[in-house]
């Protein structure tokens, strides 16, 4: 069965996992028949000139470095610090989100789970890579790979160590799995000691992993 996220975005997918091909021992060593379909549809698409490669690889730059998860830290960060904004994006996660203008395919519906001291939600796709866009721009690769995909319902906390994610025994850990209908968007804890940052210094300690559920939020920030 192949996902329709799979089907409708498989061009920007192969393109985006050629770049990264240098990765592709660490998961994959031969493309899924998905992957395989898609690339055939794109290099027939270019070679009748219904596909411009250059388009595809302008999406793919501005979901990787316009969007990416900045989209994703500004709803952190403004949940953060306006109480109301945050029970609005908890009870109504598509339309907050929409308010600070992130919306578009991909991101219809979504869900935003809530971290806490004792419960941390982690977020898997284990059909294929169905991935909120709008606000957390393209999907890494070990996000697509198969490894992620099953071992994060079967052994969710050693997944969470392998990035270095420790949690306590008496955390729970939810996972949730994402389908073409729905999305999630995890809303971390804000670390302590940021409670005199601005909404803006917030968002910049806001990472892509910590809204996927594999890390947290700390002072020190980072890029991924």
């Known amino acids: 069965m192949v996902c329709p996220t799979e089907e409708l975005y498989g061009l920007v997918f192969v393109t985006q996992t050629n770049k ?28 009748k000139g219904l596909v411009d490669p250059a388009a595809l690889d302008a999406l793919i730059d501005t979901y990787e470095h316009k969007v990416g998860p900045r989209n ?3 709803v952190v960060a403004r949940a953060w610090v306006d109480p109301a904004y945050k029970r609005r994006l908890l009870t109504n996660a598509s339309a907050a989100i929409a308010e600070l203008g992130f919306s578009g395919m991909q991101g219809e519906d979504m869900v935003v789970l809530e971290n806490g001291p004792k419960v941390h939600n982690l977020v898997v796709c284990t059909l ?33 160590r392998e990035f270095g994610l420790e949690l306590a025994e008496d955390v729970e850990v939810r996972v949730w799995d994402s389908t073409a ?23 910049a300690l ?8 594999v890390a947290k939020v700390t002072l020190a920030g980072g890029q991924a």
């Open 181 to 203: 209908e729905l999305r999630y968007l995890v809303l971390p804890e804000r670390p302590a000691g940021s409670e005199k940052m601005t909404e803006e210094e917030l968002a």
């Open 72 to 74: 994703g830290a500004r």
């Open 128 to 160: 294929c890579s169905c991935y909120p866009w709008p606000v957390l721009g393209l999907p890494p690769v070990w996000y697509k790979s198969a490894p992620y995909r099953s071992r994060s319902v079967i052994d969710p906390r050693g997944v969470l």
């Open 206 to 213: 806001v990472t892509r992993d910590s809204m996927i559920g």
């Open 20 to 47: 990264n091909r240098a990765h592709a021992h660490e998961h994959q060593a031969v493309p899924s028949d998905p992957a395989l379909r898609v690339k055939a549809l794109e290099s027939l698409l270019v070679e």
